[in-house]
């Protein structure tokens, strides 16, 4: 079964990563996806804004999520180079990635995610990814 394929039949227990971080999956498909998640004080720094790697890891999987919709059956991804840019930090509420494909070649897929405060649209970080294409034959 397709990672799609387990996101349909299971919603967020098909990814341990959203199960951990309580991600709901609000839309993916035709390379864009959306999910969302609560900010909670245990993913908080020292300082108690959202730790920055959570920023990240969300544009990654709404990133990834978006490929995978484009991807044919016997191809598979992995991140090969990431980049965040960290506009404006974020201590509660909820928080939304949109991840979208904005080229896949046969080796390489290019993408662009961000991650907001659900409530307001407020853009609090931007992160461009390249992914490898795997073919599974």
């Known amino acids: 079964m397709s990672y ?4 349909r039949k299971c919603g967020r227990e098909a990814n341990p990563f959203f199960r951990l971080m ?3 999956i609000d839309a993916y498909g035709n390379g864009e996806a959306q999910i969302s998640m609560e900010v909670r004080p245990d993913m908080c720094n020292g300082v108690g804004w959202l730790q920055g790697g959570i920023f990240t890891s969300l544009a990654d999987e709404a990133m990834a999520l978006a490929l995978y919709t484009i ?3 016997d191809e598979g991804i992995a991140t090969i180079s990431e980049s965040t840019s960290f506009i404006q930090g974020v201590r509660n509420g909820r928080v939304t990635a ?3 494909v904005i080229k896949k070649g046969r080796a390489v897929a290019f993408t662009e995610g961000y991650v907001k405060k ?3 649209g407020t853009i609090l970080s931007k992160t461009s990814a390249s ?3 795997i073919h599974k034959r």
């Open 98 to 100: 949109v991840g979208s």
């Open 131 to 133: 992914f490898t294409v």
């Open 22 to 24: 309580a991600i709901d």
């Open 118 to 120: 659900s409530d307001s």
């Open 4 to 7: 799609l394929d387990e996101i």
């Open 71 to 73: 991807l044919e059956e």
